[in-house]
C-alpha cells in the first residue's frame, strides 16, 4: 500500500439507472483535496448537500447500504465506495444527479475502469492507517453473520469470505483477497446476484425497478412453469422472458467470470462497505454468511476500535538523540539519587515537553514495593511527571541552576494500569496556560508501549534560590 493519500487525476463519469428506484442518473466521481475522505453530494437538491461516507449516516440496508445526511439520501452506494477503494483511493468527491447510484453491469468494474483510464495521483499528505493490533469479533446470531477480524504480519488488507445458501444452485461458496491489489483484476467485475424466487418479493417491496438480464445474476432454485415465468416478468414490468427453466442453475445466458462469483461479490460488498470506515486497513478480515447489515455494523466496530486505538495508543520514537541527556538534566534539576526520576527528554517546544523515565529492578523502593511483586509507586509516577514539568518550567529562566520549582497543587490525577520493571515511561505534558508570575499549570500523560498508564494536572511556581555563594567585597 501507499504510504500517501491519492486522488483522481480528474473527474470521471457514469450515466445508468438506479437498480432499485430505476431512475435514470449521472454520477461523476471528482478529485478532492488531501484529508477529504469520500463525500456524496446530491446536486439534484437544493443547496447541494453533502452525505459523508460514514457508518454512521447509515439508515438502510437492505438490498443494498443506503447513506441520510444533511436532508438528503444516496441508495446503493456499496459498488462505488469499492471501486474508489480497491484502487486505493482516499479522497474523492462522489457527486449524483439522483437519490440511487447507477448499477452499471452489477459490477465495480465499470467505474475501476474509469478509474483507471484517467489515473491516480499521489498527494503529500501521509496516509492514515486502521492497523488491527489484536482480534475484534462480530456476531449476529439472529442473521447467523460471523465477522472477525485479525492483525496481518505484513500488514495487508485480506479478506476471506463464506456464503451458505443451503441451496441446490448456490451451496457454499468461499472467496479470498490476500491483498488489495487483487481486488481489481479478481473481485471488481464479480457483478451482484439475486434468486428467482427473490424477485416476486423484492418487486411487490418496491424494490429492483431497474434490474435486467444485464445487471444481475439470476439463480434459479427449481423448474418454473412459463406461467410462472410470465408473472414474475408482469411485475417486474419486463417483457416475457425468453428463456426456460427446466432445471436449478443461471438463469442469465452470460458465463459467470469465476465459478464462486457470487461468494467473491459478497467480498466485493464488504470492501464496499468497511470503506465506510474512513481508513484504509491493516489487518485480515474474515466473514460468514455476510450481508449489508452485518458489514455496516462491524465497520461501526471497526470505526470505534480505531477511535479508542488514536485515543489510547500514541507512538514516540525513542531511538533518536534526545534533546537533553542525563548529565544536561542533572543541571537543570537538583535532584539526585535515588529521587532523580528522568532519564531523558526527547522533545521539548514552546507549549509542551517529552520525557522519558527507564524503569530497571535495581530501584531502591522495589525492595518494599513489593518485593515479590515490584510495582512502580503511583506517587513516584506523579513525581517523575513533575519533574519533566520541571525541566520545562526551569527552561523558561535565563539561569535555571539558581531556581527551583515547587508543588502548589495536582488534581485529577488517575492511575490507569500498573508499571512494572521493565517498563519505559514516556510523559508527555503540556501548558493549560500561559506562564505568568512564576506559576506553571501543566496536564501530563505517562504512557508504556504507547497506552495512558497514569494523567494529572499540576501546578507549580517558579523560585528563584537565594545565592549562598560568597561575593566578592568592594573596595
Do not use: W
Not at 50 to 75: F, H, M, S, W
Not at 309 to 325: A, E, G, I, N, R
Not at 326 to 331: D, E, H, L, R
Amino acid at each position: 500500500m501507499n504510504d500517501f493519500q491519492c486522488t483522481l487525476n480528474e473527474p470521471i463519469e457514469f450515466k445508468g439507472i438506479g437498480l432499485h428506484t430505476g431512475e435514470q442518473v449521472t454520477l461523476r466521481v471528482l478529485p478532492a483535496p488531501e484529508n477529504h475522505g469520500y463525500k456524496f453530494q446530491r446536486i439534484d437538491l437544493p443547496g447541494e448537500p453533502i452525505i459523508n461516507a460514514d457508518p454512521d449516516n447509515v439508515i438502510g440496508t437492505q438490498r443494498g447500504t443506503t447513506l441520510e445526511q444533511n436532508g438528503a439520501r444516496v441508495y446503493t452506494t456499496e459498488h462505488i465506495l469499492a471501486a474508489i477503494y480497491g484502487c486505493e483511493i482516499d479522497n474523492a468527491l462522489i457527486q449524483v444527479s439522483g437519490q440511487e447510484i447507477p448499477i452499471m453491469d452489477g459490477s465495480a468494474a465499470p467505474f475501476v475502469a474509469k478509474i483507471l483510464e484517467v489515473g491516480i495521483k499521489q498527494q503529500a499528505a501521509a496516509r492514515e492507517y486502521l492497523e488491527l493490533k489484536e482480534n475484534i469479533a462480530f456476531e449476529d446470531t439472529e442473521k447467523h453473520v460471523e465477522m472477525l477480524a485479525v492483525p496481518t504480519h505484513g500488514g495487508e488488507f485480506r479478506l476471506t469470505v463464506m456464503v451458505d445458501y443451503n441451496s441446490p444452485v448456490l451451496g457454499t461458496q468461499h472467496a479470498s483477497m490476500y491483498h488489495l491489489g487483487e481486488f481489481v483484476p479478481e473481485i471488481s467485475k464479480c457483478r451482484t446476484f439475486v434468486f428467482l424466487k427473490e424477485i416476486r418479493h423484492l418487486a411487490q417491496a418496491g424494490l429492483i425497478k431497474g434490474g435486467d438480464m444485464d445487471n444481475a445474476i439470476v439463480l434459479v432454485e427449481r423448474y418454473y412453469s412459463e406461467d410462472e415465468l410470465d408473472e414474475i416478468a408482469a411485475l417486474v414490468g419486463k417483457k416475457r422472458l425468453d428463456v426456460k427453466v427446466d432445471s436449478p442453475g443461471v438463469l442469465n445466458t452470460i458465463k459467470l467470470h469465476f465459478e464462486n462469483e457470487p461468494a467473491r461479490h459478497k467480498l466485493l460488498d464488504i470492501v464496499g462497505d468497511l470503506a465506510l470506515v474512513g481508513k484504509f486497513i491493516k489487518g485480515h478480515i474474515l466473514a460468514a454468511r455476510p450481508g449489508h447489515a452485518g458489514n455496516v455494523a462491524f465497520a461501526k466496530v471497526l470505526k470505534n476500535y480505531g477511535k479508542e486505538s488514536k485515543k489510547q495508543t500514541v507512538h514516540f520514537d525513542l531511538t533518536k538523540t534526545p534533546l537533553y541527556d542525563i548529565n544536561k538534566i542533572s543541571q537543570i534539576l537538583p535532584h539526585r539519587y535515588p529521587f532523580l526520576l528522568v532519564d531523558k527528554v526527547m522533545e521539548m517546544d514552546e507549549s509542551s515537553i517529552i520525557g522519558v523515565k527507564n524503569v530497571t529492578l535495581n530501584e531502591p523502593f522495589f525492595q518494599g514495593h513489593f518485593p515479590d511483586n515490584p510495582v512502580f509507586p503511583g506517587v513516584l509516577q506523579v513525581e517523575a511527571m513533575a519533574q519533566v514539568g520541571g525541566i520545562f518550567a526551569l527552561s523558561t529562566v535565563p539561569d535555571p541552576e539558581n531556581y527551583s520549582t515547587y508543588f502548589m497543587k495536582i488534581d485529577k490525577v488517575k492511575f490507569k494500569q500498573k508499571v512494572l520493571p521493565g517498563d519505559t515511561l514516556v510523559f508527555q505534558l503540556s501548558l493549560e496556560s500561559p506562564i505568568r508570575r512564576g506559576l506553571v499549570h501543566m496536564s501530563g500523560k505517562a504512557y508504556v508501549n504507547g497506552k495512558v498508564v497514569s494523567e494529572a494536572e499540576m501546578m507549580a511556581q517558579i523560585v528563584k534560590e537565594r545565592n549562598l555563594t560568597p561575593q566578592p567585597v568592594e573596595a
